[in-house]
Each structure stands twice: as C-alpha cells, then as structure tokens.
C-alpha cells in the first residue's frame, strides 16, 4: 500500500514551467482516479526529457503542432499451402483491413483536427494585429493631441495643465466619426456608409464677352440608400452677325439687303436631385427630380433696303428688344430589376411642366424719318405625362425575347398677344401615344441576329382657338427592324435596317405668326405631319479603320422653307412644311493609329442628299454636289505629363436639302495638364484662331432666291479647372420621354 501510495505521489505531480508549455491547456487529471498503468507510466516517462529542456532558452512556438507519426501496423504472411494457412491468412488480411480502415479514419480525424488548431491559431494573430493596430493609432492620437497641448503651453510663459473642457473642445470632426479610412476624396465608415465629396468645376471662355461656367455635383451613400445632387450655373454674352441679300421674282421683282447685328446674353440655373434604393445589386427603385431656370434678352440693330424694279425704294432701320424666360420642372420615378432565373424588368414614369414666357418691343425708323413701334407678348405651357414597361427574359442557348409598352401624354397651349397690330393667336394641342414592341436577340458564336416590331398608335388634335380652326390626326404605325452582327477579336461588322418616325416640334404646330421686321414673318404650320424614314446602316471595324455606311428613305421629311406672302409679295414668310420625299446617303471612313507619343485620328464623312423641290415657274430644282467634311485631330503627350492636342475642321461647299452650303474650315488648340494623381485638371483651349468658321449659304425655293452670310463669335480663348473625386455613384438617366423632351427644345437637360 505504501508503495502504490509512493509512486501515485511520483506520477501525479508534473510541474511545467510557463515558457514550455505545449499547444493548449493541459487537462487537470482527477485526484480519485487510481494509479496508471506500465503502459502510461511508460509514456509519461518518455515524456520526462521535457523537463530537463525546461531550463533551455524559450523557442519560438510553431503555428500549428505537427500531428503525431502513427506506428505502422505488420501485415503477417502465412503459409497458404494448407487450409490452416489459408484461414489463417485470412484472418489476417481482415485483421489488416480493419486496421487501414481505422487508420484512415484516424487519420482524418486528425488532419481535421489540424486544419481547426490553424483556423484558430490565425484567428488569434489577426485579433492580436488588429487590437495592435487600434493601439498603435489611439498612442498616436494620444501623441498628437500632447504636442497641440505643449504647443499651446509653450506659447504663454505661465503654463497651466489643459483641463478636460478645453481638451473636448480641442477634438475635430475626426474624433466623433467612425472613420475607416479615405481614399480618392471618399469617407469610408466603420458602419457601412461613405460620404463623397462634391466635384467641381469652372470655365472661363473670352471673345468679345466673357462666358461663364459652373458646375457642381456629389452623391452620398448609407447602406442601401443613394442620395444625388447637382448644380449648374450658365452665363454668357456674344455677338451674332447675319447679312442676307434676297431676291422675290413676282410679278414685282424685290430686292432685299437685311444687315443684322445681334447681342445675345443668356444666364441659366440647373438643378438635379435624387434618391435611390437598392433591394439587391440587381433591384433599384429611385425619383429624380430636374429644374431648370433660363432667361436671355436679344438685342438687334437692322439696317434694311428694298429696292424694286418699278415704284419706290424703301429704307429702314430697325431696333428690337426681346426678352424670354423659360421653366422646366421634371419627375422621373423608375424601377429595375434583374432576377436570377432570367427575367429582367424595366419601368419607368414621368411628369414634366414646362413654362416659356417672351417679350418683344420692335421700333422702325424710315428714310422720312417717320417711327412706328410693336409690342408683343408670348407664352406656351406644356403638361407631359409618360411611362414605359420593358420586360426581357434570357433563355440561354435559345437567345432573349423582349417586349414592352409605352406611353405618352402632351397637352399645352401656345399663344401670342400683339399690342395695336396683327391679329392674336392662341392654339391647343393634344396628343397621345400608345405603343407595343416585341424583339428577339439571338447570338452563336460570333454571330448575332435580332428582330423586332413596333405598333404606335398616335392621335394628335389642334385647335385655333380664335378662328375655330381644327387639325385632327391619328396614325397607325408599324415600325419593323432587323439586325446582323459578325464580331472576331480584329473584326467586327454589323447591318442594321430600320424605320422610325420623326414628329414636328411643339413650337412649330401653332397658327401664330411672329413679327420680325416690315418685309419678314415667321409662322407656325398647323398642319405638319409626320416624317417617315427607313434606314440602312452598314458598320465595319478592323483594327485602327472604322467605315460606316448610312442610307436613309424619307416620306413627307420637316424643312424649314419659306414662300412670299400672297398679295404681298414683298414679304417673305419663314415656316416649317412637308415637302413630298428625301434620299440621304452617308459615307465615313475614321483612322486612328497611335505612333509613340502621337495620337492622329482623320476623320472623312461624305453626304450626298436626293431632293427634288420646287422652283420658279413652276420648275423643278435638284439638290447637287455632295458635302464633304474632313477633321484632322491629333494628340500629343509632351514632357512632363503635358498633353497638346491640335484640331482641324473643313467643309467644303455642298448641299443638304434646299440649301447650298459654302466652304469653311477652323483651327482648335488645347493644352492640358492633370495634378494630384489626376485629381485635378488644367486645360488651356483656343478656338477657331484663324477666325475663318463663317457659315455661308444660299437657297432658291418658288420665286424666292436668297443668300447670306453668317458670322457667329467662334473665336475665343477658354480656361478650365476641374477638380474630380472619383465618384463610383451615378443617377439612373434614363426616362420614358426622351422623345418628346426634345420636341420641346429640352435635349439638354
């Protein structure tokens, strides 16, 4: 008894020291548990070297203890030549194959094991990095904020210790926010959001008059919320000059020479804001919101002769006054979502207001001296109401099937009032449209084919107001389309046919007449149609060559026409019409090939326009020689992170329509250079240096053959900075009124 009593004392008492202890804690053995056997004590005694290491230096501790070498097991052979031996074998083999099989699973178990003690053991160092990470920065807070203390303490002569107050009100804006980190102007938090910073940027244009430009823009983010704002800020002065020298072949032949000297001020305010909300990084839902506020005055001095071949000649000078307003107000609610298994949605609905208001003072002073003065007022309101459905679905190998409907909505009323001359006009317009398409996208390998129809169903009702007069239409329009692609890696070709219809401008389908000066009026057309057009379009890309090839087919396509006024045939009336049908066929050919430092990109377009339209004496008059137009642009990286970049324009004399154009070229330098990891941008710009961009045309239509000469304030010399953020976060721009936004004159916003 006393001898067991002796060794459980030996056995039992294992002192380890705190520096080699092994991976994990040992486990505690019970104190009721009877003595170990031989075999442990075995063990534990081989286990005892450890304790001489004890008073060795302390190593490094490995990541993950290597796990244990397994003793192979003896697969015994025995004499197979008897039965006894063949049992006995056997026996073995299965004795054998329990063994590998628990050994395997040992094995696993083990390797388990491992794999779990590393997770840990990482788990662990990236914590201890992590807390001494976060100490590092708060002893580096801590440092920084007692050199701002012993600055402040050295400055007075009587230092006294910073009290708890003056140090909280020390603390910046840092202090309080999670801050992450920021990186490219953006505020990353420790819970989910970032905060963008706003991007600028200004532009100073001068020619005569110096052009201004602002712009402004930021988003903010905070978990699935996106929140949108802009600014823009316009404002600009220039000179425009028009000569026209026009001859009226009736049964009077009228001579007119009409100098106009123009100055055009216009000042804008535009304004965006949105928000927007994301389900899933495939689902959005967002509202936006669009104003603009713009206002200019026109200024002009005419100086007019009309010279006929029997009677009395006429002298005048003119002086007119306009001034315009115009508001626009914009909703656009959308929703887009792409589901997994295919399907993808797009909707879209907005709500547009726009307000134009104009005035005009018109004084004529004649040879005689005698003065007669006009004055004008003007206003159109436009409602507009749209909304789109898309709906897509993706089969795969089968190809994608799409299908839509869209709809629009305008209602407004133009109108102009003249104070003690002409008559008033006042005329409403409804129109609606309803439209169904269907398409069908199909890609193997290189190749793609796509199909689509579209039905619109469009009713339009005018109504002059004064004098009861009514245009009614309603249009049935089936608009088909087929696409074919070949696209490699060096080459890519692409033959598209098309038809769409183009509607008239709202500001055009009225009855009013303007009144311009003694011998010119502009007047709206009450009864425009639509404009019908099949198009053909051939694309090829290879390499550095780009060629497109364009042809075009018009029913009743919109020109801006003019004709003599009957029973006065001095006057000439400016208006849009009909004319019966228009061939337009388009060539350009772009080359673009980088050598070293150099970037040339020539560009040659080619337009030859079908047209046959009405003469005098009831003849028929062509359309002739084909507008060619060359634009050299080159780009150079100078030194020093410098970019230079020359561009030259030419047109030659050609026609388009009715009208002959006249030769013109212009000369463009720009010097640009990018700061602060191209945070920030310099440009330095020169426009048109030669001064040569006048726009030179004539036209001869009925009995009326007019020339003029154009010239616009082309020559300037521009500065801009633009300091950008990088902003990852866009607004969704699309909308379901883009159509009919830029019937009323709103492509710009």
């Known amino acids: 008894f006393l001898m067991n009593a002796l060794r459980f004392v030996v056995n039992r008492r294992v002192i380890w020291r705190s520096d080699s202890l092994p991976e994990g804690k040992p486990r505690r053995k019970p104190r009721f548990k009877e003595p170990k056997t031989k075999k442990h004590r075995k063990a534990e005694k081989m286990a005892e070297p450890s304790k001489v290491m004890a008073s060795a230096p302390p190593q490094s501790e490995p990541d993950a203890p290597a796990p244990p070498k397994s003793k192979k097991k003896e697969h015994r052979q025995f004499d197979t030549s008897t039965k006894r031996g063949i049992k006995k074998q056997a026996k073995e083999d299965i004795r054998y194959l329990k063994w590998e099989q628990k050994e395997a699973s040992r094995q696993k178990k083990e390797a388990a094991k491992q794999i779990k003690i590393q997770k840990k053991t ?14 590092e920065k708060r002893a580096a807070k801590k440092e920084q904020k007692k050199k701002v203390v012993s600055k402040e ?54 020619g005569n008059y110096l052009s201004q430009n602002y712009k402004m823009n930021g988003s903010y983010n905070y978990k699935n919320w996106d ?101 626009s107000n914009h909703l656009n ?15 879209f609905g907005d709500y547009l207001h726009k307000t134009d208001r104009s005035r005009g003072n018109i004084r004529e002073w004649e040879s005689d001296g005698v003065e007669t003065s006009m004055d004008y007022y003007r206003k159109a309101d436009w409602d507009l109401f749209a909304a789109k459905l898309n709906l897509s679905y993706e089969t795969g190998k089968a190809g994608t099937f799409s299908f839509g409907y869209d709809f629009s909505h305008t209602t407004g009323t133009d109108y102009i009032e003249y104070v003690r001359a002409l008559n008033n006009g006042s005329t409403s317009n409804t129109e609606m449209k309803n439209s169904l398409y269907l398409s069908y996208d199909y890609t193997w390998n290189n190749l793609s084919l796509g199909a689509g129809l579209r039905y619109e169903h469009i009713r339009s009702d005018l109504r002059e107001n004064n004098s009861n007069k009514n245009q009614n239409q309603t249009y049935h329009n089936f608009l088909p389309s087929v696409s074919l692609s070949y696209n490699t890696e060096n080459l890519q070709q692409s033959l598209t046919y098309s038809v769409h219809t183009e509607r008239p401008p709202f500001g055009v389908m009225n009855d009013n007449a303007v ?38 087919h018009t029913h009743n396509p919109l020109i801006t026409a003019f004709y003599s006024m009957p029973g006065n045939s001095a006057v000439t009336v400016s208006y849009m019409d009909n004319f019966d049908r228009m061939h337009n066929l388009t060539g350009m050919v772009n080359v673009q090939y980088p050598v070293k430092w150099w970037l040339p990109s020539l560009t040659l377009t080619c337009l030859k326009t079908f ?15 084909p507008l ?44 640009k250079k990018s700061f602060l990891k191209d945070k920030l941008q310099l440009s330095l710009d020169a426009y048109d240096i030669f001064n040569k961009n006048n726009t030179r045309a004539s036209a001869r239509l009925n009995d009326i053959i007019m020339h ?13 900075i633009t300091y950008r953020f990088r902003t990852e976060k866009k607004m969704n721009n699309q909308s379901a009124a883009e159509t009919e936004m830029s019937r009323l004159n709103m492509d710009n916003q």
């Open 515 to 552: 009144y311009t000066d003694r011998f010119t009026y502009q007047k709206g057309n009450l009864y425009l149609k639509q404009a019908l057009t099949h198009d053909l379009n051939y694309m090829l890309f290879y390499k550095f060559l780009f060629f497109n090839l364009n042809y075009t």
């Open 227 to 327: 929140f949108f704002l802009s600014y823009n800020y316009d404002r600009g002065k220039k000179d425009s000059n028009l000569d026209v020298y026009q001859q009226t072949q009736s049964d009077t032949i009228w001579n007119l020479t009409d100098l106009t000297r123009k100055q055009i001020f216009n000042e804008s305010h535009a304004y965006t804001g949105g928000v927007s909300y994301h389900f899933s990084p495939e689902s959005e839902i967002g509202l936006k919101y669009e104003g603009k506020y713009s206002e200019g005055s026109t200024f002009s001095k005419d100086t007019l002769s009309m010279i006929p071949d029997k009677g009395t000649s006429t002298f005048i000078r003119n002086l007119s006054d306009v001034s315009d307003k115009s508001v």
């Open 333 to 347: 609610l959308y929703y887009t979502n792409d589901w997994k298994n295919g399907w993808k949605m797009n909707a």
């Open 611 to 625: 047209f046959s339209y009405p003469g005098p004496n009831e003849s028929v008059l062509k359309a002739g020689r």
């Open 628 to 671: 060619v137009m060359v634009n050299f642009n080159n780009s150079f990286t100078l030194p020093s992170g410098f970019l230079l970049s020359a561009d030259f324009n030419y047109g030659s004399r050609g026609y388009y329509q009715l009208y002959e154009a006249k030769s013109y070229t212009s000369f463009n330098l720009s010097l």
């Open 153 to 206: 303490d050295t400055s007075s002569a009587t230092s006294k210790p910073v009290s708890r107050k003056k140090r909280k009100k020390d603390q910046t804006l840092e202090d309080y926010l999670p801050v992450e980190k920021i990186a490219n102007g953006i505020v990353y938090t420790t819970d989910g959001r970032y905060v963008i910073a706003f991007n600028v940027s200004g532009n100073l244009l001068q």
């Open 122 to 135: 990482e788990a662990r160092r990236r914590k201890e990095e992590e807390k001494r990470a976060v100490s």
């Open 708 to 720: 003029s000469v154009g010239k616009e304030e082309t020559r300037k010399v521009g500065f801009t």
